[in-house]
């Protein structure tokens, strides 16, 4: 199947579900972290009775309400894809997500239109606390809205707490919590929320820098900034933190992702950690055993890559060529020895169909194997390599080498999210220093870059997507499903025909939400806290 | 519930200029998910090429394990 599968169907079918989740995920971040930094200038007003926190709690309010109008239901259309383009992902898991998602999507959009409305209609109907209550709410609703979406996302590239019905051909939960709170759950929710913070404290502190520049504005834009770089620091920190738990996951659960996103070949104990480099002729297409790791420039942090992925500086890291070829020094099978048992979970449930619609003797046997914990370990496991299988030796082999993502676009999107990722950390902590010492307001630079970092704190949230989706692939379920399995086979002109509709309804919102965004800006917040 | 319906009609009637655009934007975003997108190009592909639950997990695991 793997030689037959239509690669036009499949690159349109993913093309479109990243573009799909790329342009939702433009509103999303914003959304989840301005909620909070408008709940503490909330606060702060309530606290205070200033009346200045009230206009900028307006102010922010507003542009947190643009936002979130021109991003909500843009997600919806991700579930449409589950069911249209990847039909067969869809009734693989769907016992596992479909209600909790149908729940949250059902709870998110009571809780979320009801204390919006107190929000923006709220002010002087509602008493202070209440209207309060409800900002903290909103943003805490939202926050929660994405729970699990991203449990989901989890549990695609680090699957537990399920069993497998062959009757079905599904998946079924047989623990909450080892889906729920699993450590990979965990840890995308929190890097994944905490980088929207992030965001939206660039988002503040970049708006408010051009009120300074344009000399508007000064006492509200350094009060902005004071709460968004405080924020946006801690957030940073929260970052680091959840970022650097998901590199150890990933080195335990999804190594080939981890030695993709730092083009690591061959393996290493005492591994370095490229912390800045540029790789040569691109070998990862097609790629065979005589490929060699080939940077024009690095620049490498001795033992680092050991140390966060094993907390151990002398610890082995394998390399993309050990993964495929194995290396039983480190006891790693190779992919070869995957796909040969990965084929005979397959063949083993095709057989057990047939027995079953022939009342054929063998099915007992056959139905006993998914409730072997043993088998299901060490064959089930890699059912997904089956799609490799070939039955020519010298094929096999080949076939091994293409179960890896790109590596260039691995390796890029990762450093692209980490460096920026530091240059947000750096510049929050410039930006409260040079208020704190009164200096800000003249410093054209840093205004400046704290302006030009909107876009690229944009950049570095889609980078991070890109490293988990590009670098997972050619899975859509870690050794369970590949992405050419997970799709439905219909007629991919019918896929493009939706690409180009979504990219024309996408960037027609985006353009709406920018042209708004930047009048409202540059408009600027009321003089007297009057209407939003 | 007349003070929640006054609340937010209240609400809608004294919407700024910039969230009167915002709900026209919200409306026609719906109308083309729910109504274009999701009638003319979303269907559920194993809803609507099989009758049964049996038939759609016969086709998957058909999906799955052709070799």
């Given at each position: 199947?793997?030689?037959?599968?239509?690669?036009?169907?499949?690159?349109?079918?993913?093309?479109?579900?990243?573009?799909t989740?790329?342009?939702?995920?433009?509103?999303?971040?914003?959304t989840?972290?301005?909620?909070?930094?408008?709940?503490?200038?909330?606060?702060?007003?309530?606290?205070?009775?200033?009346?200045?926190?009230k206009?900028?709690?307006?102010?922010?309010?507003?542009?947190?309400?643009i936002?979130?109008?021109?991003?909500?239901?843009?997600?919806?259309?991700?579930?449409?894809?589950?069911?249209?383009?990847?039909?067969?992902?869809?009734?693989?898991?769907?016992?596992?997500?479909?209600?909790?998602?149908?729940?949250?999507?059902?709870?998110?959009?009571?809780?979320?239109?009801?204390?919006?409305?107190?929000?923006?209609?709220?002010?002087?109907?509602?008493?202070?606390?209440?209207?309060?209550?409800?900002?903290?709410?909103?943003?805490?609703?939202?926050?929660?809205?994405?729970?699990?979406?991203?449990?989901?996302?989890?549990?695609?590239?680090?699957?537990?707490?399920?069993?497998?019905?062959?009757?079905?051909?599904?998946?079924?939960?047989?623990?909450?919590?080892?889906?729920?709170?699993?450590?990979?759950?965990?840890?995308?929710?929190?890097?994944?929320?905490?980088s929207?913070?992030?965001?939206?404290?660039i988002?503040?502190?970049?708006?408010?820098?051009?009120?300074?520049?344009?000399?508007?504005?000064?006492?509200?834009?350094?009060?902005?900034?004071?709460?968004?770089?405080?924020?946006?620091?801690?957030?940073?920190?929260?970052?680091?933190?959840?970022?650097?738990?998901?590199a150890?996951?990933?080195?335990?659960?999804?190594?080939?992702?981890?030695?993709?996103?730092?083009?690591l070949?061959?393996?290493?104990?005492?591994?370095?950690?490229?912390?800045?480099?540029?790789?040569?002729?691109?070998?990862?297409?097609?790629?065979?055993?005589?490929?060699?790791?080939?940077?024009?420039?690095?620049?490498?942090?001795?033992?680092?890559?050991?140390?966060?992925?094993?907390?151990?500086?002398?610890?082995?890291?394998?390399?993309?060529?050990?993964?495929?070829?194995?290396?039983?020094?480190?006891?790693?099978?190779?992919?070869?020895?995957?796909?040969?048992?990965?084929?005979?979970a397959?063949?083993t449930?095709?057989?057990?169909?047939?027995?079953?619609?022939?009342?054929?003797?063998?099915?007992?046997?056959?139905?006993?194997?998914?409730?072997?914990?043993?088998?299901m370990?060490?064959?089930?496991?890699?059912?997904?390599?089956g799609?490799?299988?070939?039955?020519?030796?010298?094929?096999?082999?080949?076939?091994?080498?293409?179960?890896?993502?790109?590596?260039?676009?691995?390796?890029?999107?990762?450093?692209?999210?980490?460096?920026?990722?530091g240059?947000?950390?750096?510049?929050?902590?410039?930006?409260?220093?040079?208020?704190f010492?009164?200096?800000?307001?003249?410093?054209?630079?840093?205004l400046?870059t704290?302006?030009?970092?909107?876009?690229?704190?944009?950049?570095?949230?889609?980078?991070?997507?890109?490293?988990?989706?590009?670098?997972?692939?050619?899975?859509?379920?870690q050794?369970?499903?590949?992405?050419?399995?997970?799709?439905?086979?219909?007629?991919?002109?019918?896929?493009?025909?939706?690409?180009?509709?979504?990219?024309?309804?996408?960037t027609?919102?985006?353009?709406?939400?920018v042209?708004?965004?930047?009048k409202?800006?540059?408009?600027?917040?009321?003089?007297?806290?009057?209407?939003? | 519930?007349?003070?929640?319906?006054d609340?937010?009609?209240?609400g809608?009637?004294?919407?700024?200029?910039?969230?009167?655009?915002?709900?026209?934007?919200?409306?026609?975003?719906?109308?083309?998910?729910?109504?274009i997108?999701?009638?003319?190009?979303?269907?559920?592909?194993?809803?609507?090429d099989?009758?049964s639950?049996?038939?759609?997990?016969?086709?998957?695991?058909?999906?799955?394990?052709?070799?």
């Amino acid at each position: 199947m793997f030689e037959s599968i239509d690669l036009t169907l499949v690159n349109w079918s993913r093309a479109q579900f990243a573009l799909t989740a790329m342009y939702h995920w433009i509103f999303v971040p914003l959304t989840l972290g301005l909620g909070f930094i408008v709940a503490f200038m909330e606060t702060l007003y309530v606290k205070t009775g200033n009346p200045e926190w009230k206009r900028i709690t307006k102010y922010w309010m507003k542009l947190f309400g643009i936002n979130f109008a021109i991003g909500v239901a843009t997600g919806i259309i991700l579930e449409f894809e589950f069911g249209t383009n990847w039909s067969n992902y869809s009734w693989f898991v769907g016992d596992i997500f479909g209600a909790p998602l149908a729940i949250e999507g059902i709870m998110a959009f009571f809780m979320e239109s009801t204390f919006i409305a107190v929000m923006f209609f709220g002010w002087g109907k509602v008493s202070k606390k209440f209207h309060l209550t409800s900002t903290w709410l909103t943003a805490i609703g939202a926050n929660l809205s994405a729970v699990w979406i991203l449990v989901a996302n989890a549990w695609m590239q680090d699957p537990v707490g399920m069993k497998f019905n062959p009757d079905t051909a599904r998946m079924e939960m047989v623990n909450f919590w080892d889906v729920f709170l699993s450590p990979s759950a965990v840890t995308k929710f929190l890097h994944t929320t905490t980088s929207g913070f992030v965001l939206a404290a660039i988002f503040v502190v970049g708006v408010s820098s051009w009120y300074l520049l344009k000399k508007r504005e000064i006492l509200f834009a350094k009060k902005s900034i004071v709460i968004a770089s405080t924020f946006g620091i801690i957030a940073s920190i929260m970052l680091i933190a959840s970022g650097d738990s998901s590199a150890r996951e990933m080195a335990e659960k999804q190594p080939m992702k981890f030695a993709a996103m730092e083009a690591l070949y061959e393996g290493k104990t005492n591994a370095p950690l490229v912390a800045i480099g540029l790789i040569g002729d691109p070998q990862d297409d097609p790629m065979d055993k005589t490929a060699k790791e080939d940077f024009k420039i690095k620049i490498e942090i001795p033992n680092m890559l050991s140390y966060m992925a094993f907390l151990k500086a002398d610890a082995f890291v394998p390399g993309i060529k050990d993964l495929i070829l194995g290396n039983e020094k480190h006891g790693i099978m190779s992919y070869k020895e995957k796909i040969q048992r990965g084929y005979e979970a397959q063949q083993t449930l095709a057989a057990y169909k047939k027995a079953q619609k022939e009342g054929l003797p063998e099915l007992a046997s056959l139905k006993a194997k998914f409730n072997d914990q043993n088998w299901m370990d060490n064959y089930f496991q890699y059912f997904g390599y089956g799609a490799y299988y070939a039955e020519d030796e010298a094929q096999l082999e080949k076939n091994a080498f293409k179960i890896i993502p790109p590596i260039s676009i691995s390796f890029y999107s990762f450093h692209i999210m980490v460096i920026l990722g530091g240059h947000f950390l750096l510049l929050f902590i410039i930006l409260l220093w040079l208020i704190f010492k009164n200096k800000l307001a003249d410093n054209k630079i840093v205004l400046w870059t704290a302006v030009w970092s909107i876009p690229l704190v944009y950049i570095a949230s889609q980078a991070g997507w890109i490293v988990a989706e590009v670098g997972r692939q050619p899975w859509v379920i870690q050794d369970l499903m590949t992405t050419s399995r997970a799709v439905s086979q219909i007629d991919s002109g019918s896929v493009m025909v939706t690409f180009w509709l979504f990219a024309l309804t996408f960037t027609s919102l985006l353009i709406a939400e920018v042209k708004i965004l930047t009048k409202q800006i540059k408009i600027g917040p009321k003089k007297e806290g009057g209407k939003i | 519930m007349k003070r929640i319906i006054d609340f937010y009609m209240d609400g809608f009637k004294n919407l700024p200029q910039w969230a009167r655009s915002i709900w026209f934007i919200i409306l026609l975003k719906l109308f083309i998910i729910f109504v274009i997108f999701k009638i003319f190009f979303f269907q559920n592909k194993l809803k609507k090429d099989f009758s049964s639950d049996n038939e759609r997990a016969d086709y998957v695991i058909e999906q799955l394990t052709n070799p």
